[in-house]
């Protein structure tokens, strides 16, 4: 199975390889939201349109994935920011999406992020004197001591979103 990846981030295509056990082809297409999304409704918006335009952009590709990252806070229960992966996945004719860990992010990282003009990996960059980090560990490795990774919650979405296309059970329901 050919994957197209909506995304040239190496950590981004790292989790697709953990995913599957094969080798995406990546692309840059655009997200169709801001590049420091601030909720999850607009992280899945950008996953959607990354995973729909790697699928065209890829002629022979069977599943089009798009990862997009984000932030979102939590106005009703913990009023915290949330750090929110999200995974899409399309061939076509079908579309899921499915998310990675919600992280909490400290409140001064939030109301930086609030206050726009800035994306995380800058904040995380500047705090933990970094260059880069969200082609690698990202905010979660960097807050979690390694403990969690960019990579690693992008994985288990991955695999989560593409897990409707791979059990019968998908398709039994729908019909097929």
Known sequence: MQFALGSTN?????????????????????????????????????AMARARGALAAVPGADIGLGLEGGVDYDDRLTHHWYLVSVCAAWDGRALYVAHGVHMPLPDGVGARLAAGGVELSEVMDALFSRVGSNHDEGAYGLLSAGRITRDGVFRDAVIAALTPFQNVLYRAQAGD
């Open 10 to 46: 190496q950590a981004k295509r790292r989790a697709v390889r953990l995913a599957t056990g094969c080798e995406p082809i990546c692309v840059s297409v655009p997200s169709g939201v801001a590049s420091q999304p601030l909720s999850a409704e607009e992280t899945v918006r950008g």
